[in-house]
Structure formats: structure tokens, C-alpha cells
């Protein structure tokens, strides 16, 4: 009598990948997600002006950077640097990639969170260094989080624009606003001054665009038809919730790109609200990167609205978790839609 062995799923917490400062540098190029993404894929809500308006001023920008020559002529001309604020889900990063691409091999992009584990890899002056041959450094999800990387910031930044480097960046925030909630932001108003001053502002107003094409479904999977699903599928992984939120602490967030590379779906059972503040964060830096890459996800045992408390909702990092339960909604929708049957 032959036996039968149930299948394996691969698991996330089995890796611990190791990247190179040398990737980390190479890797400063718009996510996979909006790589077919471009101004003219850009579809404005006439609902809401502003957001064709900051299509039309990016467009400007990138024939300004474009058109800027090097050496000592583009450090004496002026700089362009703007800031593109609105709520998540408006397309903002949608049009930083869009403007990373119209540039071109020129443009270096990153999370805030990718530029400073890159100066912390690279160490600051070979970071500025490596980035001032570039025409512009698009730096998406802008925030101060704590003092240390409010001074990082403000310095690079001013040590590339005084190099003729353009910038652009996306934010929750108003840049006068970072850092509310957070820490002493008041202890750093020059810092802050500082960067709010090198920027000009660009509203978005609108809603989010992925709830708004996406109908989310509250009814949550059993941790079963997680398991099931996954071990359908190749290149899957299988996790329980608390497991990898242990293994997050463990493994560097500038690796976890890498840490989900090549996988297709993510599977995570018993899934529930997060403990704390800190692992909270590590879990939308994982969002942040499952969204780059395209990667669908299931949830087990609860709904993708429930991870995080309300107490967290409503302090200083609450755009930050709005706008990951916006991106994991879409991807649970997605991985529901392609591999979930009815």
C-alpha cells in the first residue's frame, strides 16, 4: 500500500537573506508594480483638479531635469524639488514613478525608508557621493519617524541639491507637519524648517483609488483554505501569522525585498491585530514591499481591517497604517479573485 505524503509549502521565516550594500544601490529604480506606469497612463478624477494639475507641473519638471546640463552650470542653476502631499490611494506614487521614468537611468528612487538603511549600509558620504551624479532622487513615502533621521535627511538632502540633485517626494504629511506625534518634533524645527523649505508643495486631493476599483470582501478565509490554496500554488509560502511577525524582528526591513522575492502568493494563517507599535511598523514596511513586487496574499482567521488597534489608528503613525490596509486590501482582493475558490 502506497502512502501519501501531504505537501510542503515554503515558508518565509525559513529565510534570512543577506544583500549586498552594492544591490541595495542597484535596486534605486521605480518598484515592478508601476514599472509600465507613465504620465500618460495617468488618469486624473475631473472630481478632484488637483490631480491633473500635478500631472501637468511633474511633466514641467521632468523637461526641466531633462533639459539641465551637469557639472558647475547645473549646480549654479536652480534646483527643482517638489512635494507631491495627499491622502493614500490618490496616485502620488503613481506619478513619482512616472516622473523616476520620464527622467530615466538619471533618476535614482527609493522609500525614505530604502534611502536611510542605504546610507546606513553605505555609510553618509559614499551615499552622497554615489547619488550626485544623478539629475534627480525620488524618495516616495516621506516621513520623520525619529530625531536621528531627521537630521540624516535634512543633511543629505541639502548636500545634494547644493550638487544641482533634483528631488521629488511623496507624502502623508505636510512637510512643516513631520514628525507630529512622533517625537520632539519641536527640538528640530530647524531641521524641519529646513526640509519644508527646499520643497515645493503639490496637493492631490481625491479618494482611494484602490477601494474605489476594488470591493473589498469582509468575510474572512479559514486558516484551511489558506493552507489549501497555497499548496496549489508554486513559488507560495505558507506562514502563521505570530511566526513571522517574530522573524520580521529578526530579519533588517532594507531586506525584505528580498526576503519575498520570487514569491507568487503569500499565505498567512491565524491571522490577528498586531501586539505593538513596533511591530506594527516592520508589518507596513512588509506591505510596502509585498506591493512593490505584486505579490498576492490571504489571510487567514481575519480581516485584513482588524490588524491594527484602534489606539494605533487614531496616533502620529496612523497615515502610515491606513495606507497599508489600503495596499493589503488589494492584495488580499487579489489573491481571493486568482486563487481562492468560490
Known amino acids: 500500500m502506497t502512502s501519501r505524503t501531504t505537501p510542503t509549502t515554503a515558508s518565509l521565516t525559513d529565510r534570512n537573506p543577506q544583500v549586498a550594500p552594492e544591490r541595495l544601490l542597484a535596486e534605486r529604480v521605480p518598484p515592478p508594480h508601476f514599472a509600465a506606469e507613465s504620465f500618460d497612463t495617468y488618469r486624473p478624477d475631473p472630481a478632484h483638479p488637483s490631480q491633473a494639475a500635478a500631472l501637468a507641473r511633474l511633466r514641467e519638471v521632468a523637461q526641466t531635469v531633462t533639459a539641465r546640463r551637469g557639472g558647475l552650470f547645473r549646480r549654479k542653476t536652480a534646483v527643482p524639488a517638489v512635494y507631491l502631499d495627499g491622502g493614500f490611494g490618490v496616485g502620488k506614487t503613481h506619478l513619482l514613478t512616472s516622473l523616476a521614468s520620464a527622467v530615466g537611468e538619471d533618476a535614482a ?24 551624479d544623478r539629475r534627480l532622487v ?12 531627521t537630521v540624516l535627511m535634512s543633511r543629505l538632502l541639502r548636500e545634494l541639491t547644493d550638487r544641482g540633485v533634483a528631488l521629488a517626494a511623496t507624502s502623508n504629511t505636510l512637510p512643516e507637519s513631520l514628525g507630529e506625534g512622533r517625537f520632539a518634533a519641536d527640538d528640530f524645527l530647524r531641521e524641519i524648517q529646513d526640509l519644508s523649505g527646499r520643497f515645493e508643495v503639490l496637493r492631490i486631493d481625491g479618494p482611494d483609488y484602490r477601494q474605489r476599483a476594488v470591493v473589498t470582501d469582509t468575510e474572512p478565509l479559514s486558516d ?48 490577528g491585530p498586531v501586539p505593538d507599535q513596533d511591530v506594527a511598523l516592520r508589518l507596513v514596511v512588509l506591505v510596502d514591499r ?14 485584513a481591517g482588524s490588524l491594527f488597534s484602534e489606539s494605533m489608528l487614531a496616533g502620529g503613525y496612523r497615515k502610515k497604517y491606513y495606507r497599508a490596509l489600503s495596499r493589503l486590501g ?10 481562492v475558490r468560490a
Do not use: K, M
Open 138 to 149: 525620488c524618495i516616495d513615502e516621506f516621513e520623520l519617524d525619529d530625531p536621528g533621521d
Open 224 to 271: 484551511d483554505q489558506v493552507r489549501a490554496a497555497t499548496q496549489a500554488v508554486p513559488g507560495a509560502t505558507c506562514d502563521d501569522w505570530s511566526t513571522l511577525l517574530t522573524h520580521l524582528s529578526r530579519v533588517h526591513p532594507s531586506r525584505y525585498g528580498a526576503l519575498v522575492e520570487g514569491t507568487t502568493l503569500v499565505g498567512l494563517t491565524a491571522a
Open 109 to 132: 528612487y527609493g522609500t525614505f525608508v530604502e534611502w536611510t538603511n542605504l546610507v546606513g549600509a553605505l555609510g553618509f558620504r559614499p551615499t552622497v557621493e554615489a547619488l550626485s
Open 290 to 303: 509585498l506591493y512593490d513586487r505584486d505579490v498576492p496574499v490571504l489571510l487567514g482567521s481575519a480581516g
Open 330 to 339: 488589494a492584495l488580499v482582493d487579489r489573491g481571493r479573485a486568482e486563487f
